[in-house]
């Protein structure tokens, strides 16, 4: 079965599709036609119910957005409260037997069009062509003329009207015009419009001579003191109209539809409040008797928009009011469609339930978009899917709101700029009709929706689109280019590869992986040739003026530096995000050097992270990267690849230096316009590059010693760096593991040195560790070769390779050291103590001069003569065992001895024999400001000056 075969009316059949307010032909086929959905059916019940028993509201207020069917609601209003007959039916009665599974409704209806009526439908934008909306009457006039021109009167000059008006009142009108008739080349209703013309207003004169008996020149000037004298005032108006009402049978009402009020009004407060004195005057005046029923594209609150307080009071007026409200949605729209276009035979239903029934699983996964943007309902169901077939049911929605977007855009040309002119039946009606021949496996595609409003778009719009229709070889890119075009100011919908090639989804057996590929490929042209713009993953149709910046900004140079700069901020600053990573095995940081495509990034340091990219120009050559990393303190990570990163970091870098270039320069707002969107979609770039970045890092493959690096799966760029870096550090640190798994800080180095030596070492004091080892064995090395070794020499020694100790680690073991004896510490040749050698090695400022020894092996025969010596010169036994220790005790004798001897001397000039002890003070400065060791091995050296000096002199 073809598609044209499953309708129950011919698809191409003459629908009037667009609703003008003054259009008075096909009334009957419009009542005919007119679909009363579940929706209005609901909606239009307390109108007609409010009608036919008036408490005070005789407003209403139909909403809705441009093709929900207000325009035609409104007007099939006036048909059926007026209920004149048309071509031998009733509309009021005609409209009621549409009513289904609602009696009251249609009791209802029936009832209101017993009510005597008549209608004044206008326009409100085409009959205010005689006023300004900035004249504060300007609503007031547009009332008048409607008015005016339905008594038969010339509504277009009020002048005349009220000219009209008074023959009227004197019985004098048509005796008038039939005697203008005789004297004048036109018909009073063809000159009246000349009513300046003086040949009018000489025959006019003359006629009205003839009627009242009066010389002809009494009436030369008769129209223009009428304009002169005019004033309007809706009190005067409402009180006509009543006077009209009045002339009519018992219960006749008068009604005014005026549509688009909405769209006139705006956002002018006082225009608005205008209406409502109207609606409330004609309410008190005529006793509801006068009825005001509008059309707004918005509701009535956002036609208002912003109020002060003494306007929200007025505002409320306006609500109470326009009380009754009738706001159309899109579900209107999709049943109107449904049942005046799609409305299918019996077998044709049948079928199609089939068709459903069979592949409903396929249908919805078709049909599927990505989690990305809004989401869309699928088909509810077998009658669902006969209903709209051959539609997919997010068309109805998507393409209202492309359309409203493009419409807030100034997509739109002429008198409808501001909404688009063709209605929703419309475009389906045309786009069907385009797929009459094919078969029921075929769907509609969503491109076909551009031809149904091509011919409304403004010209400068099309463009690109004309020029790829007359240039593009691959004709499916074109389809592509008018989808993206609708969709392009809809924001909600993300415009992914998967988005966009189910949009283009036209046939129920289609292979989606090819259909897909094929859509790819499209877009690869459709941007290569700068018709559309990629930013990450979605695609965005671009206008000329669009298109001549994104030409310029392809067409922009940056250079290399700003490449790897831009590379450093993406993968250093905002995925790793520290220059500093933690070893996992003892908690400490370890510095590295930045770098990117063989470029360093900031200071050197001994371990290096490179992050190689696409723009490198070895990214494929494995064996020579594993090359460079032979013997290096370094791991390098080559990305995972990506056809668009480098692609679009470039193009980032090119779109923020065009944009920083010109937004500043250029005067034109459309074109500033468009540096702002380059500028918000650049922000958006930069963002999608980080993602990118992140999970090629995640993906990347890791070299380090000549060699890849297994590893497993990463969630994240940061997690794998983090994870081969601790590999790094044990490959250029094999010696950390001296090191074992102790956590060394400050206060195991305070600890240490102010510790109880049996608490720190208990009975196996003598014995070191294989790190304390290194570090004596440095000391001694270094002493061989004539080097001295200070504290930095041994924080720089041991912090590189192959050691990368950490300092406190380092300072807690020259600690242990220096408390059982195996170094010295010393400064300016002086040996510290414990709360100096603790100052020294926690301050850095003293690193550089503060020195370390290994004290040399001390004979039990020195140990033995120097205790000796000490018990002779002190005439007492020394404790002490240890050699250091001896030393140190006859140290502190020969202090002693000093302080005495310096006061003995403070009094030699009371007794003179005192002097003789000024050579032996100097003897002992000069002692004590010896290491210990020398009272070890110089003995011979001082011990007979010292006994001398005991016998001769103390």
């Not at 019996?346 to 409903?360: K, P």
Request: with cysteine; charged share 30%.
């Amino acid at each position: 079965m073809k598609i044209k075969e499953l309708f129950e009316k011919p698809v191409d059949r003459y629908i009037e599709t667009v609703i003008k307010a003054d259009d008075r032909n096909n009334i009957s086929d419009e009542v005919t036609e007119y679909v009363i959905t579940n929706e209005i059916g609901k909606k239009i019940r307390d109108l007609f119910s409010a009608y036919n028993d008036y408490d005070g509201a005789n407003g209403v207020w139909i909403s809705g957005f441009f093709g929900s069917g207000k325009s035609h609601l409104l007007k099939i209003l006036s048909y059926v409260l007026e209920n004149k007959e048309h071509d031998g039916y009733n509309c009021g009665e005609l409209f009621a037997e549409k009513v289904e599974d609602d009696e009251m409704l249609k009791g209802d209806i029936l009832q209101a069009t017993r009510i005597p009526s008549e209608s004044i439908l206008f326009n409100i934008d085409q009959q205010a062509q005689i006023t300004s909306k900035s004249d504060e009457n300007a609503i007031l006039s547009v009332f008048y003329k409607v008015f005016y021109d339905h008594l038969g009167f010339y509504g277009f000059q009020p002048h005349v009207a009220e000219f009209e008006i008074w023959l009227q009142k004197q019985g004098k009108y048509d005796q008038f015009k039939s005697l203008f008739a005789k004297i004048h080349p036109k018909t009073w209703l063809d000159a009246r419009k000349d009513y300046f013309d003086p040949a009018v207003t000489e025959d006019l004169a003359k006629v009205l001579s003839q009627l009242n008996g009066h010389d002809a020149s009494k009436y030369e000037d008769i129209l223009d003191e009428l304009e002169e004298n005019h004033k309007q005032s809706i009190e005067d108006f409402c009180l006509r109209v009543h006077e009209y009402i009045k002339s009519k049978p018992a219960g006749f009402r008068l009604n005014f539809f005026v549509d688009e009020v909405g769209q006139y009004i705006s956002d002018n407060t006082r225009l608005m409040l205008n209406l409502q004195t109207i609606a409330e005057t004609l309410a008190t005046r005529t006793k509801g008797a006068s009825w005001i029923l509008v059309t707004s594209q918005e509701d009535m609150e956002k036609v208002v928009g912003d109020m002060t307080r003494q306007q929200q009071n007025d505002f409320s007026r306006i609500q109470a009011r326009f009380r009754i409200k009738i706001p159309l949605t899109s579900a209107n729209v999709d049943e109107v469609i449904e049942k005046r276009l799609l409305k299918k035979k019996n077998e044709a239903h049948t079928e199609l339930s089939e068709v459903y029934r069979t592949d409903n699983s396929r249908i919805d996964s078709l049909f599927s978009f990505s989690d990305a943007g809004v989401q869309f309902r699928g088909y509810a169901g077998d009658k669902d899917f006969s209903s709209k077939y051959p539609f997919i049911p997010y068309q109805f929605d998507l393409f209202q709101n492309c359309r409203r977007a493009l419409s807030v855009h100034n997509a739109f040309m002429g008198k409808h700029a501001s909404v688009g002119e063709r209605s929703m039946l419309g475009v389906f009606q045309q786009v069907v009709t385009h797929l009459e021949g094919s078969d029921v496996n075929t769907f509609v595609s969503f491109d076909l929706m551009f031809e149904g409003i091509r011919n409304e778009l403004r010209g400068e719009i099309q463009p690109s689109i004309t020029l790829a229709e007359q240039h593009l070889d691959n004709r499916f890119a074109v389809r592509v280019l008018k989808t993206l075009f609708l969709v392009k100011y809809f924001g909600n919908f993300k415009t992914t590869l998967r988005n966009i090639a189910v949009l283009l989804i036209d046939d129920l057996n289609v292979d989606l992986k090819a259909h897909e590929k094929k859509v790819q490929e499209a877009l690869n042209i459709l941007e290569n040739q700068s018709y559309i713009q990629r930013n990450g993953e979605l695609y965005e149709f671009l206008t000329n003026d669009e298109k001549d910046v994104e030409e310029e900004i392809k067409n922009t140079e940056v250079d290399e530096d700003a490449v790897n700069q831009l590379l450093k901020e993406i993968f250093f600053d905002e995925i790793i995000k520290d220059n500093r990573i933690k070893f996992l095995e003892n908690k400490q940081d370890y510095d590295f050097t930045s770098k990117i495509d063989g470029s360093v990034i900031g200071r050197e340091k001994e371990l290096e992270i490179e992050i190689i990219t696409e723009n490198n120009f070895d990214y494929d050559k494995e064996d020579f990267i594993k090359a460079q990393t032979m013997g290096t303190a370094g791991m390098k990570m080559v990305l995972a690849p990506n056809p668009v990163f480098i692609k679009d970091l470039k193009m980032y870098l090119k779109t923020h230096k065009y944009v920083r270039q010109h937004l500043t320069t250029s005067n034109r707002l459309e074109y500033k316009r468009i540096l702002q969107d380059k500028g918000q979609q650049n922000t958006d770039r930069r963002r999608a590059l980080i993602v990118l970045a992140n999970n090629a890092l995640a993906k990347s493959s890791v070299y380090m010693n000549g060699g890849k690096h297994e590893m497993g799966q990463s969630s994240d760029g940061k997690t794998r760096v983090i994870y081969a870096f601790q590999d790094l550090v044990k490959m250029v640190y094999p010696n950390l593991k001296m090191l074992k798994s102790e956590q060394y800080s400050e206060d195991t180095v305070k600890n240490t040195i102010m510790g109880n030596y049996d608490d720190l070492f208990g009975l196996d004091g003598s014995n070191i560790s294989e790190a304390e080892s290194e570090i004596v064995n440095l000391i001694i090395r270094r002493k061989k070769q004539s080097d001295r070794t200070s504290l930095l020499d041994l924080k720089t020694h041991f912090n590189k390779k192959p050691y990368g100790w950490y300092n406190n680690a380092i300072w807690t073991l020259t600690a242990r050291l220096f408390k059982r004896g195996k170094v010295e510490i010393k400064r300016d040749a002086n040996l510290l103590d414990e709360d100096r050698v603790l100052n020294a090695l926690l301050n850095n400022a003293t690193h550089a001069n503060t020195l370390l020894e290994v004290p040399g092996e001390i004979s039990p025969k020195a140990i033995k003569r120097l205790k000796e010596a000490y018990s002779d010169a002190f005439d007492e036994s020394c404790a002490a065992k240890e050699g250091k220790d001896v030393a140190n005790a006859f140290k502190d004798k020969l202090n002693e001895m000093l302080v005495v001897a310096n006061q003995l001397l403070v009094q030699k000039s009371d007794f003179p024999f005192l002097g003789s002890l000024e050579a032996f003070s100097e003897k002992l400065a000069r002692w004590c400001r010896k290491d210990y060791s020398y009272f070890l091995t110089g003995l011979d050296e001082f011990e007979d000056d010292l006994l001398d000096a005991k016998e001769d002199l103390l």
